[in-house]
């Protein structure tokens, strides 16, 4: 058993590739230890930004020898297949056994792999790990790169430190041997340091004023930014983000705390929070306040890769960076209050959307007429005039310096202007927070004003991105079109909103009315109506599975009377109801006699228009049927098959079905309509034992074409009246 | 009078500069230090542009196999960073100190450090730290690996490994320096405004130098510049450099490439170009650029080639 430790030395690697490539090594070694044969145990790897390091604890020092067999084609099979299987094997055709299987004389290869010294076959690895390294960025150099095959890596490769239980791994890759010296820190410390295997190597890196271990770094800047602001009497604004890149940043982190000057407090928080962090890496600091509102101090933390002579120096060089930054910051701030919102959003007549959508104006005017509209139809419960005016302040900030400077603040600084503008408060919350929820974890709006911009926002994204067809596919989704959709489920259903996205869509976005003569061009954009609601439902169906519910109960309760279901909380509610009631002992025989009647139906090719079934075309237009009650109450009425105009005297059992149906098909069809879904399922529920029974006791095929008709006719109803609950066809199973 | 100029002399020479009180003491001991590793030293392009690595000793010698290595002060005019002599940071016109090294040597970051010794950066005072910084320009077709250099927390020089330029592999590759001079000299001489600036350390202030430069320059950069004119020079320097690549001057091209992106900068400072129309722009300048760097490559290859046996452009 002995130790390995490989140092791959390069010039400072970028901070965020360091953990990807700490992964990378672990991989690839594992990889060619796994094709050599030996085993592997656990691992160590490090990374600093001028060293990646591996070191494998009780690695053996020789392989085991291996034995092989390989049964081959008998003895006088064409010599075609013999050679093959020589070749197969690596064996000469002398070199061949002949063993006796089953009667049959049999060729077998015997193959003897002596065992290996474990140094020659890292020897071999370490060369192909660093040719076949993965960075998200690799490049040439030197004047190896004369030719463009050359070497790549993420920064010029350095050195190779390969020790096996303390001798060298010879290895040499470019013109790089491997050996056992390496440096320590880059001011630190001189000349070169000498290792003797895995065992000193931390230690020695240690004393040349490197840590190689990146946790115990991120260690050092978490508690020492900490107490660095601790004894200046403030608190830290942990970021963890910030430990992790100031630890890619450093071999020797020291965090220092520095002060600004306080007039730049006047600038908002998040503005100094962000300039410190992206441009700068520092962390900012907090007065704690015994109120519990901390306010942030005129402090930073930056984190030096040096002992240095005089931390002072360091510091002061450091606040004159960030001093000159925040004085942008502030001419920015100062420079956008001097136009109001509508004065810059009108600079957004010249920002492209999408080359094929206009202008973000052209955008926000829709957004603006959207989010009006949810208000006047009081899907959401805001005031109309003002969602309609935060609308069309929404994305002014965009056009601002500030915004321009520091993208990631977009909606924040349209919020803060807003205020200070004297815009009443509705309107600037709805600015500030109209992108939310934008993650997973970020808090979905509740004021009413901020919900209608918000959905009428992302839904306009969907509907625009839809209309020019392009939809997300795969892992592709440049437009963030599924996020946009997880917003506005996210929206509705912790709003319990009741929003039918057809209607939203057709009369709320594209501003169609029933009473407007279309062109085509208008039908062909109505489609985006049925499209939406689709995607929409589909992601509904991914966040519902979460809750336990089946796909397969979300279809049903999508696609049902003919059309999709455009109410996110209706399709909720539907499919958890279905999944109450196919959870329990009627629903599942229910569905069973669902099927059987289903079956028999089509076997028997019964005739669609019979059950008023319309085509299903794929492009219904939903706005035909959406809002119009007195059409499903049509549909049910002629779907009646009225159990005295038969021509014969109906059995029992089938005369128990007809009344069974009489009586439950309105009450599901009403529940339905009153969207009592679980007293619809009730109503099903009662339909259980009379199709049992008729299954059990009457014959549909009878010779009597009238008797067959009739019962044909019969199925199909409690077919339709199903379907008015949901569409049990989509249920797999 | 004359006295005085023979003993200042005297006293500037190599040796006893003064790096830490004299911009210009600063720049000669950094043409000294490269001039020692082995650098042609050169004087700046005459003519107007954003950046050293327009410099065609920067971007045309940074393709094709021979060796070179140069360091030299270009100015770089960026009208829009003008702030009419106000701003103790911005300004429209300033030096950058380029140095290019081809292929890029094995220890150019200890070059680079002795470099900043030299100039008076003790890396035991002051935090030196390399922080990932790639560099592209679409413009010239051109993209490169590096870091922009932290000296306590402040960006004071851009170091590159090009990789491409005009659209070929660079090979050999060269590494870029570029160190902003103002900044570096107000972080040695400890001064909060670039007008601050010992010039000469004996006084001279940059603001004496430059400071009415930056006024006027400003003022005509915003307000005054003849916009007509500008959309004029623009169409002839694009139109030149048509005429030069045709007639097998690629050099030639490439200046007017050089000119042509300039004039658009100057528009935009001027406020008359469109988000819509700046890409087109943007575009024009860059295939200006691109098929100058194209043609110049290809009608060098040829020798290269024969310089250098097994070596193809592409």
Redesign the interface.
Known sequence: MADFLLELRS??I???MQAGARAELEKLFRREMDAAGVAVGDLTVWST?RRLALIAKGLPTETEAVHEEAKGPPVGAPDQAVDGFCRKNGVERGALEVRDVKGRETYFAVIEKPGQAVSDLLAAAIPAIIRDFSWP????????????ESLRW???L?GIVALLGGEVVPCIMDGLASGRETVGH???SDGVITIDGADDYADKLRSASVIVDHEERAAMIRDGAKTAAEAAGLALVEDEGLVTENAG??EWPVPLLGRFDEQYLDVPPEVIQLTARVN?K?FVCEDAANDGQNRLANAFV?T???A???PA??V???R???A?RLSDARFFWELDQKTTLAEHAKKLE???FHEKLATVADKVERVAKLARWLCEEGIVNGDPDLAEQAAQLCKADLVTEMVGEFPELQGLMGGYYAEKEGLPLEVAHAIRDHYKPVGQGDEVPTAPVTVAVSLADKLDTLAAFFEIEEFPTGSKDPFALRRAAIGVLRLVRENGLKLHLGMALGLGWLGHHSDRQLSDADIDRRKIITSVPYFLNDRLSVVLKEAGIRHDYVAASTDWNWSVDGRIDRVEARARALTNFLGSEDGTNLLAGYKRAANILKKEDYDASASMEPEHTGEEDPLALAGKPEFDAVIAETGQTDGKSLSYSPEPAEKALIDALDVAAPKAASSVESEDFEAAMAALASLRAPIDAFFEDVIVNDPDQDKRAARLALLARFRDAVHKVADFSRIEG | MESEVKTATRESSAGTRDPSRSFQDMILTLHDFWSAAGCVILQPYDMRMGAGTFHTATTLRALG?EPWNAAFVQPCRRPTDGRYGEN??RLQHYYQYQVILK????DI?ELY?DSLKAIGV???????????D?WESPTLGAW????EVW????EVTQFT?F?QMGGF?????A?ELTYGLERLAM?IQGV?NVYDLDFNGRGVSYGEVFLENEKQMSKWNFEVADTDALFDLFAKAEAECRNALGNNVPIAAYEQAIEASHIFNLLQARGVI???ERASYMGRVRDLARSSCETYAEQMAPTWEAK?PG?SLI
């Not at chain 1, 490049?139 to 030719?147: E, N």
Request: one cysteine or more; proline letters at 10%; a negative charge.
């Open positions: 010039e400072e970028p901070a965020r930004p960025k690799s490049m040439r150099w030197g004047d190896a790169s004369l030719s463009s993420v920064r010029p350095s880059r001011f630190h940043l450093t700068q520092y930056c030096a890769n040096i240095a002579a005089d120096v360091v002061d060089g450091n004159k960076v960030l000159a010249r920002i492209t | 196999p103790p940071n292929p890029s040597p094995a970051q450090l003790d890396p035991l005072k002051h935090d030196i730290r390399f922080v990932e790639d490169g690996l590096g870091w000296c306590d927390g402040m490994y990789q592999d660079c090979k050999p590759v590494g972080y909060d469109s988000v819509q250098f070596w």
